[in-house]
């Protein structure tokens, strides 16, 4: 039972650049999220899912979009990456009531 | 708002003795759940505890509890008898309705022996 299996888990990118991070999951869980953990300021949500064809906003949106087109697989896109975007992404999935998290990706951007 | 207020970015406990981890809530919804997740150096995440806002009693699981005052908007974790495998960052979270989920800041627990 693999859970949830996030991909890369390492990266490092060049201002401007672009990457998708993909977020699996084999539990068949309606929700999906991204956080993005940075020191001193916890998880903060990016996006996330409630199903299949859905998205939407958590509480730093910005520079980053998601697709949901199969339900076990959340992608993270980020467009034109920025330094402020160098962070440790975790994407994690849920049933009722527990969130089961990936291991993480660790993301540089220079 | 709805928010997660975490407001001891480290704590120091001997071993052995129960340590409580604050946490308050902020929010309008009247079906929430709570949480908190340990985070080893390592760096997965560990679900350890679950309270529903309509839950009467307060949670258990094993050396965890959850103290939950809905009146106040608290939701502190209890560890009883503190190991030094609980040297760890704790977060506590907030499903809002059936959707969103939103963690505060953490504590960084560190357990001395």
């Known amino acids: 039972n693999a859970g949830v299996t996030q991909t890369p888990k390492f990266r490092v990118l060049k201002t401007g650049q672009s990457m998708t991070l993909l977020c699996a999951q084999d539990?068949?869980?309606?929700?999906m999220y991204w956080y993005r953990q940075d020191p001193g300021m916890g998880l903060r949500l990016i996006h996330y899912?409630?199903?299949?064809?859905?998205?939407a906003k958590g509480e730093v949106p910005d520079g980053y979009n998601v697709s949901r087109l199969k339900k076990q697989n959340f992608l993270l896109g980020l467009e034109s990456a920025a330094p402020s975007q160098t962070s440790v992404y975790f994407c994690a999935s849920r049933s009722t009531p527990e969130a089961f998290f990936g291991q993480g990706t660790r993301l540089t951007v220079v | 708002a709805q928010k997660i207020t975490q407001t001891q970015p480290g704590m120091f406990v001997q071993e052995k003795e129960a340590v409580t981890l604050d946490c308050t809530y902020d929010t309008s919804d009247q079906s929430y759940g709570l949480f908190w997740y340990k985070q080893p150096s390592s760096g997965e995440m560990i679900f350890l505890i679950y309270q529903g806002s309509y839950d009467e009693q307060n949670a258990t699981e094993g050396r965890y509890s959850l103290n939950f005052q809905k009146a106040r908007k608290s939701a502190n974790l209890v560890i009883s008898a503190s190991q030094l495998g609980d040297s760890a960052m704790y977060f506590c979270?907030?499903?809002?309705?059936?959707?969103?989920?939103?963690f505060g800041q953490g504590t960084r627990l560190t357990i001395n022996p």
């Open positions: 899912s409630v199903g299949e064809g859905t998205t």
């Open positions: 979270a907030m499903r809002l309705g059936a959707q969103k989920l939103v």
């Open positions: 539990m068949n869980h309606e929700y």
